[in-house]
């Protein structure tokens, strides 16, 4: 069976190209590019999957959808006896499944808000951008914002007690935990979490994260 990622650049599917490099899965991959000026995915990926997000990945005659599904899948299914999911009964585990759902369930709709009003100034017609800018920082300013430095103080205070985000060791719980936390740190928003950062600089200073981007291109995050 041939295992494809549809890959959209700029997006969380590098997540799962890093993943696969982690585990050593052969692999192909579909390109798809983002519209330069809306930043939306192609309708071509509705093709792949009716919702047309990406990552989607085909496996066989299974399709997959939504990142933490698809990492649980692909370490169950191709991860031998490696520590991508800790073992079953520790607390390890559940740390892993924890942050498997929070990545996306809490942190990410909390980047996404804050890069939607970021860059709403600048999508809004010339004569109502002042009007956009105060609506964004109201916003911003009034809830984005002071959630997310609750969710960022309660994960810095997360790596004072481990190197990773499971345990010791490096999991599926850190590749879902990538992407949010790379977005926000384009944002400036982990000038004062030095843990969060170093936590970044270790992950992308693996090889298989090297390999990702050299084979999905660089994740720049420049919206």
């Given at each position: 069976m041939t295992l494809t990622v549809h890959h959209l650049n700029e997006s969380r599917s590098q997540r799962v190209l890093f993943l696969l490099e982690e585990l050593g899965v052969p692999y192909e991959i579909r390109f798809y590019t983002r519209d330069a000026k809306t930043m939306t995915a192609p309708s071509t990926l509705k093709s792949v999957h009716p919702l047309g997000k990406a990552p989607i990945v085909t496996d066989g005659d299974v399709t997959l959808a939504e990142t933490g599904h698809i990492i649980d899948y692909l370490i169950e299914q191709h991860g031998g006896t490696g520590t991508l999911?800790?073992?079953?009964?520790t607390p390890e585990r559940v740390r892993y499944g924890y942050y498997l759902h929070y990545a996306e369930g809490s942190l990410a709709p909390l980047m996404m808000m804050a890069l939607v009003f970021g860059m709403l100034p600048k999508q809004a017609p010339l004569p109502l951008r002042p009007f956009a800018a105060l609506i964004a920082k109201g916003a911003i300013g009034g809830f984005v914002g002071p959630q997310l430095d609750g969710h960022l103080d309660m994960l810095e205070d997360e790596l004072a007690h481990r190197s990773w985000f499971a345990g010791p060791d490096f999991s599926g719980a850190d590749v879902i935990m990538s992407f949010p936390l790379q977005a926000l740190r384009a944002q400036g928003r982990l000038k004062t979490r030095p843990r969060l950062r170093n936590w970044l600089d270790r992950l992308e200073a693996r090889p298989a994260w090297a390999r990702a981007e050299q084979k999905?291109?660089?994740?720049?995050?420049a919206f």
């Open positions: 999911r800790p073992a079953a009964g999905g291109g660089k994740l720049t995050l």
